[in-house]
């Protein structure tokens, strides 16, 4: 059975990196590949397999968008319901998006506060990259190991029970800017 589902999951790897291959910029193209396979590999074969190619494609490539532009030593949290009318792809869960640096404690920090305020976590996807920015934040590219200049980064894309209440979503996003920046305190 394991067997069947890693051979399912490779199969819808490979048909999200063919949406990179036809959707994406050709001038990012290669670095989205590079963090979509590396946000693949951190699900597990069965959240792969229950999922859409279009869907894991677009919470991929919002997870990337959301870390276009980010200064270091801030952290950029969205909280959001994607649809297919507004965002291109779907989820039946409200989505968390963070870029943070990378830290000691963040994922277990911020599965905390969603606890704290009554949430299930379902899926958690939590990339490391290695960035490089310019004077203003936006991103260059992502760096390969060994590759001096860059910073280590967190992204994460949590999928939470469906928030529905606006109001509610957005305390959740300052709720957990403000527990990232208590981590950042307590690790700097």
């Known amino acids: 059975m ?3 589902n890693d051979a399912a999951a490779a199969e819808r790897v490979e048909a999200v990196l063919s949406l990179v291959a036809k959707r994406a910029d050709p001038r990012e193209r ?3 590949e590079a963090f979509g396979r590396a946000y693949l590999a951190g699900l597990d074969a069965e959240d792969v397999i229950e999922r859409d190619a279009l869907d894991l494609y677009g919470a991929m490539r919002s997870l990337w968008q959301v870390a276009g532009t980010r200064t270091p030593g801030e952290a950029r949290v969205r909280v959001f319901n994607p649809s297919v009318d507004e965002q291109g792809w779907q989820s039946p ?5 963070i870029v943070n640096d990378d830290m000691p404690f963040l994922v277990d ?4 506060e969603i606890l704290r305020q009554g949430l299930a976590v379902n899926l958690i996807a939590h990339p490391i990259a290695t960035v490089r920015r310019d004077a203003e934040g936006r991103r260059l590219g992502l760096l390969r190991n060994g590759e001096e200049g860059g910073v280590r980064e967190s992204l994460m894309h949590v999928e939470v029970e469906r928030v529905a209440d606006a109001a ?3 305390a959740l996003a300052a709720d957990l800017g403000r527990v990232l920046a208590d981590v ?3 690790v700097g």
């Open 2 to 4: 394991a067997a069947n």
């Open 30 to 32: 290669a670095h989205l």
């Open 93 to 97: 869960h409200t989505v968390v998006e």
């Open 109 to 112: 920090s911020v599965q905390m």
């Open 168 to 170: 509610r979503r957005s």
């Open 184 to 186: 950042r305190a307590v």
